[in-house]
């Protein structure tokens, strides 16, 4: 009985890889596979970076919106209200473990306004307020310092006397 495709002599055409082939194969699998871990680490140092940038957002904001609702008296009062300089945790309740991470650096600084636009009696009852933190990321053991600034102007006569009545 003769089946199909069968070859009973051992000189027929054999069906193997060369090693050539396997070689060309392995180093485009290896390429391919460290391609994806650089890919995952790189995506990873890509999303710590803009958590980062986000906390800060968030503790320039927080700083800010308390300076809008400082009385006059207390926007003017730089060792109670309006500490020239601050630190802050990227996860403040990690203080306790170790565990708080990025740690950011803020001043404050109050100023009479520069602006030409507003009348030289006013100026004297505006303050600009700069919010500015300061941070290193450390990417693949690489330190990359870091700096953000928010900035607002408060009135004499501004939000606070109508919630406070002052």
Do not use: C, H
Request: no cysteine; hydrophobic share 35%.
């Amino acid at each position: 009985m003769k089946f199909l495709g069968q070859n009973r002599g051992g000189n027929g055409p054999r069906q193997a890889y060369t090693l050539a082939e396997v070689m060309i194969s392995v180093l485009l699998v290896g390429t391919l596979t460290i391609a994806l871990y650089a890919g995952f680490s790189q995506g990873f140092s890509v999303i710590q970076s803009a958590r980062e940038n986000l906390r800060a957002t968030q503790i320039m904001v927080q700083r800010m919106e308390s300076i809008r609702l400082y009385t006059w008296s207390q926007v003017l009062d730089t060792n109670n209200y309006l500490k020239p300089t601050f630190v802050e945790f990227y996860d403040p309740l990690g203080r306790t473990n170790n565990t708080a991470g990025t740690r950011y650096y803020g001043s404050i600084i109050s100023r009479i306004p520069t602006a030409t636009d507003l009348p030289p009696d006013y100026r004297t009852n505006m303050r600009t307020i700069t919010v500015q933190l300061n941070w290193t990321n450390y990417t693949r053991g690489k330190a990359i310092p870091s700096t953000r600034q928010m900035e607002t102007r408060v009135s004499r006569n501004g939000m606070q006397n109508y919630i406070f009545g002052k």
